[in-house]
């Protein structure tokens, strides 16, 4: 919301007239349709678990890590999933450093709600030793630019992180067994989270007292429209949560028109992903092949030494 006031202060009233009365004739200030999504981009890093995102002009970058800690005392058994956002004015100079303001915590809440609630993520398979040590995963989103729908591309790099994070093989040991042993990469292959399903967050904007309705609002959008619902489903059409901010009350009628077209984006979005992590993943096992010598070369150079 903080995003929204602060964008709204430098559009001029004959900005806001001129969206308005386009979206009335269908037509938005970027050329699209009212229910087109912008073109996405899903790029990786060299590490696991990175992940940079750009749907039109907005960039959100994702990072996951891991650690042992010890788990919490209703959920012995569970890992923990926990996501954190990182708002820099570089990205927006409405944007103040330091404690996370109001969208923040919300676009936080809403990529948290869409993972948690659907249990997309198996938190049983992070558990190494009931009631003493599982596995933490952390979700960084970084907002590297804000070009609007800021929700729908942190929720997709934080997918695309996930599903390229491999956290590290783990044995028990010791004399009682109870001692957890990290094994490097490089003596056992890191494995990949157990991933469910992916619940894709798609994001409307609301006007004129809820009658006009679009699709994946851009930044100036934002700044005019009445009010917010992000619908976060998968690609089974299975609800996973349901976010409405701002506005008065949306009827049953448009709810479902949401959900419909959303479950036909997250469906596409969902390829996109997948096939983007099929290529990263391909790519990760021939460097490991090209870093890795072959039993025949050493035993060309072995015997070069005799």
């Known amino acids: 919301m903080e995003g929204r006031l602060a964008n709204s202060w430098r559009l001029t009233v004959n900005d806001k007239n001129f969206i308005k009365t386009a979206l009335l004739s269908e037509i938005r200030i970027d050329g699209r349709k009212p229910f087109e999504y912008r073109k996405i981009s899903i790029k990786f890093g060299r590490e696991d678990g990175s992940s ?3 749907l039109g002009q907005t960039r959100v970058m994702g990072m996951v890590t891991a650690q042992l800690v010890q788990p919490y005392r209703d959920r012995p058994k569970e890992g923990i999933l926990s996501i954190f956002t990182e708002f820099s004015p570089m990205a927006d100079p409405s944007f103040e450093p330091g404690r996370p303001g109001e969208l923040a915590v ?8 869409g993972l948690r609630e659907s249990r997309a993520v198996d938190t049983e398979s992070l558990c190494i030793l009931a009631g003493k040590f599982v596995w933490a995963i952390r979700i960084d989103l970084h907002i590297l630019d804000n070009g609007g729908n800021l929700v729908d591309a942190a929720n997709i790099a934080a997918l695309a992180a996930l599903l390229t994070f491999r956290r590290p093989e783990c044995s028990l040991g010791g004399e009682d067994g109870q001692e957890v042993i990290v094994h490097p990469p490089e003596i056992r292959e890191p494995l990949p989270l157990t991933v469910h399903h992916l619940p894709i967050a798609i994001s409307f904007g609301f006007f004129s007292n809820e009658s006009i309705l679009v699709i994946d609002p851009i930044h100036n959008e934002e700044a ?5 619902m992000t619908t976060t489903v998968n690609a089974n059409g299975d609800i996973c949560a349901i976010q409405k ?3 008065e009350g949306v009827p049953q009628r448009v709810i479902m028109q949401c959900l419909q077209l959303a479950t036909s984006k997250a469906a596409s979005i969902t390829k996109q992903i997948k096939d983007a992590v099929e290529v990263f993943n391909t790519e990760r096992a021939l460097q490991k092949i090209k870093r890795q010598p072959t039993s025949t070369g050493d035993d060309v150079r072995e015997k070069q030494n005799l």
């Open 52 to 54: 940079e995102v750009q």
């Open 106 to 113: 919300e676009l936080g809440h809403i990529v948290d709600r």
């Open 224 to 228: 005019v429209m009445g009010g917010r």
């Open 245 to 247: 901010s701002g506005g």
